[in-house]
């Protein structure tokens, strides 16, 4: 069926390309002031794109002949849009672009910092429009600059629905598919040039994915030729960044070098104990062999060193007095310690190969390889008080409701006094786990406190090829294969013995539990009451093995009045566990390599733009797809065993979009209409059990959900330098069932459990589902730029526990407790708005040289009531149903901030 649906287009479009004629527009688009030429330009009209090359040169064709807009745009300069007569050869000669101090601040900072603000290891709260931020799509590039501080995700997707492409081959982690930007922070003038295709619609270089995708372009000689230094200052995540980049564009020696290297660092951000250390450094190099092939080396890192934020609850910042109250850090010995570290070295290498066979066909191949060590540090403790400040049992608010009886209100002013004067009380006190230690170690014990090291280590190889041809102006080909092969290695090392002897490789709550039995107890048979030092593996210790093979292509035509698209992509995907331990809980289950799980997939997806005119364009795509589960919702607890979650196959998707674009010279817009349906995805939770006490693993799975909405994106001229802008998105994403789960048990206490969670129609968390902005931007290049805007965002819910939406957490209720409305309920966190404003200014010095001086502030008026997320603690008391003894914890949009850019060119 899917072969004569492809015969059937093509040779619609064939005979639709006897008839119709259409048109196609070239020219050069250069520097206004240097006049170099500029690489990397997007090059818009309608709804197709294009993009310069070396030398700036465009080609753009299949349009409609006749009056069109086109828009020229790349990160640091003023959009370019004209007016353009099409006719069956148009040359619109030299396009010259003004550097923008707006576009500069914004695609040379504020990008990576709502990337990278997020200090949760899971990375789906990364948000998906960071991938698209160099889009000249209004809404789009809004969504990544503006409502990134309030992890805003686009259409509700997480991370992995979005694919990110570097040098033409895709950089995903393993365990969660999702991409991790923090690879190449701190580059942004060496990776600031992206081709990106938001939603459905198709690419060049990729099927694409549903969250849309991006190729970050770092072919050395499409980076403009000129010598950067950069010095910014801020008060978010870090508070300094020195950047130097160099590069020389295609050179008469047909060589092409892209050098650049940062620095950011920082004693602590806008949050308490989150100091900062991190470097880079780029290396790109490129050999035109001939006029039909080059060959292109690049090679980048970025190390880093960070100290994390942790949500709480809200009576510890109540009794702290502030909403950014960190609960991992402590001092010792006077100088600010945070337990909870990231810390990550990661280099990446790619080798792409360009061939341009003809004038209609140009192949590409890509292979690259990533390696290197990532890990998150925490406390672990034995047989010891838990050394968390925010501890429940440490507040004030534990005492009234579930403390010792008969209440004394005494004990919790007590409390609230301490926390309120007592810094050693309210943070980590480092110096009393030494202390306590030093004891142990005298008496000749094991250490009661250490601090861990949780590796995920990334492998990556990628073999990456896609060719694109045109079999004449109205038809062209994109088409591509690619392999995969992944490996992770998770491993806990022992970080520090805080002063300790040593540390024995048992597990504390299998001990507890099954006294006498020397053999359960043991994460390691094979090794067993071994003697832990710091730098010893322990605890677990096992990889996670993926390989992926795909091939996809995607036919495009092109009338007067329908563009049309149709593509097929199949693929092949195969994990397996391999442990290095044996388990003493799962003796059979844990050690060596595990059964391989394998899964075929497909995706269709069509479309179709309708010219209403050259100015107005209505644009429908729609997909439907299978998609291997990824490894982190598919086992169990992949830390000590080898099994994996009932009926594991692969997730169906199908999705559709319907667009209402307008260009005109004096109004961009665009309205989209979405809807998203996800049948058969999983996800996995681990937490402390209160019930059973020990750690438990709890997989929901046969999980169905919408994503559906609205999003409206808009900029009007009102004079030559002044416009308005405003984007929203109106969105709906719920779970549509009550999905099965299944809690498994880590110390091997009890058997597997399995319950029906009560979810349906419950949100979708972690993401504004309601966001808003509108501003006036001022644009005058060579004088001054400035923006300011008014965001609103609302819908926000807080992630909930699965546990309190089941049979057993309402067990002996009756009927009419006004308790079960509280324990079921979805909690809706409270709307809030900001106001942002950025301004700019570019000075010529001489003829060469070029000083750019840019300033943001973002919440001016210093709103710190707006939380963007937070998630229902996993424990619940089951006795009491008291929903408060284990009250959400919250984490707040910062208050006000700014981030300062100093640049200079040559």
Request: hydrophobic fraction near 35%; charged fraction near 20%; aromatic fraction near 12%.
């Amino acid at each position: 069926m899917v072969k004569k649906l492809l015969i059937f287009l093509l040779s619609l479009g064939l005979a639709q390309g006897l008839y119709a004629q259409t048109g196609l527009v070239t020219g050069r688009v250069a520097d206004g002031e240097s006049g170099k030429p500029l690489p990397s330009v997007t090059v818009k009209a309608g709804t197709q794109q294009a993009f310069t090359d070396a030398e700036g040169i465009f080609s753009l064709s299949g349009l409609t002949p006749g009056g069109l807009i086109m828009e020229f745009s790349l990160p640091g300069y003023a959009e370019v849009v004209q007016q353009v007569t099409v006719s069956e050869s148009t040359n619109l000669g030299t396009i010259k672009m003004l550097p923008s101090g707006i576009a500069e601040v914004l695609s040379g900072g504020l990008s990576e910092l709502s990337i990278s603000s997020s200090d949760d290891d899971d990375a789906s709260g990364q948000n998906i429009s960071g991938l698209l931020s160099s889009s000249n799509d209004i809404f789009v590039s809004t969504a990544a600059y503006t409502f990134g501080s309030a992890y805003f995700r686009m259409r509700g997707y997480d991370n992995d629905l979005g694919s990110t492409y570097i040098g033409n081959t895709l950089i995903s982690d393993v365990e969660t598919g999702r991409t991790t930007w923090a690879l190449w922070g701190g580059l942004n003038d060496a990776t600031r040039n992206k081709v990106s295709v938001n939603g459905l619609a198709p690419s060049s270089f990729s099927f694409g994915n549903l969250g849309g995708v991006a190729n970050i372009i770092v072919r050395a000689s499409q980076h403009r030729a000129q010598t950067k230094l950069t010095y910014s200052l801020t008060n978010r995540t870090y508070t300094n960044r020195v950047q130097i980049t160099h590069s020389t564009g295609m050179m008469d020696n047909n060589w092409a070098v892209t050098i650049s290297g940062s620095r950011r660092w920082g004693n602590g951000g806008y949050i308490k104990g989150t100091y900062y250390d991190a470097w880079a450094g780029f290396v790109g190099l490129e050999r035109k062999l001939n006029d039909a092939h080059s060959l292109a080396f690049t090679i980048f890192a970025a190390p880093v060193r960070r100290g994390m934020q942790g949500g709480s609850v809200q009576e510890a910042y109540d009794l702290s007095g502030t909403n950014y109250y960190n609960p991992n850090w402590g001092y010792q010995e006077g100088k600010v310690r945070n337990a909870r570290e990231r810390i990550m070295e990661q280099p990446v290498l790619i080798l792409n190969h360009f061939w341009k066979a003809s004038e209609r066909t140009k192949l590409t191949s890509s292979v690259s390889y990533l390696f290197g060590r990532t890990g998150t540090t925490a406390l672990n403790w034995y047989n010891s008080a838990d050394p968390r400040p925010d501890y429940y049992r440490y507040l004030p608010g534990y005492y009234p409701s579930t403390g010792p009886k008969p209440y004394d209100p005494a004990i919790a002013e007590a409390y609230a006094e301490r926390w309120k004067n007592d810094v050693n009380a309210r943070q980590i006190n480092w110096d009393n786990l030494y202390q306590i230690n030093y004891l142990a170690k005298n008496q000749g014990k094991q250490s009661r406190y250490i601090v861990e090291n949780r590796h995920s280590d990334q492998q990556q190889l990628s073999l990456t090829t896609f060719v694109n041809h045109e079999i004449n102006d109205k038809i062209r080909i994109d088409g591509g294969a690619e392999y995969t092969r992944h490996t992770g290695s998770y491993y806990k090392i022992l970080e520090d013995l805080l002063g300790g002897e040593f540390w024995k490789d048992v597990d504390q709550f299998a001990e507890r539990d099954f006294t006498g039995n020397e053999n359960i107890l043991q994460n390691d048979l094979n090794n067993p009451n071994r003697i832990i030092k710091e730098g010893d593996r322990f605890g677990y210790d096992y990889k996670l093995h993926q390989g992926s093979a795909t091939l996809w292509g995607v036919v495009n035509f092109s009338t007067p009045k329908v563009d049309y698209y149709g593509g097929l992509q199949l693929s092949q995907t195969s994990f397996f566990r391999e442990g290095f331990m044996r388990n003493g809980r799962f003796p059979d289950d844990s050690y060596g390599a595990g059964g391989k799980h394998n899964f075929f997939n497909y995706a269709l997806k069509a479309g179709a733009t309708y010219k209403i005119t050259g100015r107005h364009f209505i644009e429908g795509n729609a997909a439907w797809m299978t998609r291997a589960p990824n490894i982190r919702n598919s086992y169990l607890s992949s830390r000590v065993r080898d099994a994996v979650i009932p009926e594991l196959s692969s997730e169906n998707i199908a999705s559709g979009e319907l667009s209402y674009h307008l260009r005109a010279p004096m109004v961009k817009a665009r309205f989209t209409l979405y809807h998203t349906l996800f049948e058969n995805t999983n996800e996995i939770n681990s937490f402390y059990h209160d019930s059973l006490r020990t750690f438990v693993n709890h997989a929901m799975y046969n999980i169905n959900k919408v994503h559906q909405g609205v999003e409206i994106g808009a900029e009007a001229k009102l004079t030559s330098a002044i416009s308005f802008v405003t984007a929203v998105n109106l969105g709906n994403y719920r779970y549509t069932n009550r999905p099965s789960a299944i809690i498994t048990v880590e110390n091997g206490s009890q058997p597997d459990i399995k319950k029906t969670i009560y979810s349906k129609y419950f949100y979708i968390s972690g993401t504004p589902q309601t966001a808003a902005s509108a501003g006036i931007k001022y644009a005058r290049p060579r004088i001054l730029f400035a923006d300011v805007n008014v965001n609103y965002y609302d819908h926000i819910y807080l992630d909930f526990n699965p546990e309190r939406r089941t049979s057993s957490a309402l067990a002996g209720m009756a009927p009419g407790d006004d308790r079960i409305g509280e324990i079921i309920a979805q909690q809706r966190l409270p709307k809030g708005f900001t106001v942002d404003a950025s301004v700019g200014k570019s000075i010529r010095i001489q003829r060469q040289y070029f000083l750019s001086l840019n300033l943001s502030v973002t919440n001016i008026l210093d709103n710190q009531e707006i939380i963007t997320g937070g998630f229902e603690q996993m424990r619940f008391d089951f006795e009491n149903k008291d929903i408060n003894k284990f009250p959400p914890k919250y984490y707040y949009y910062f208050g006000r901030t700014f981030f300062l850019n100093i640049g200079f060119r040559f």
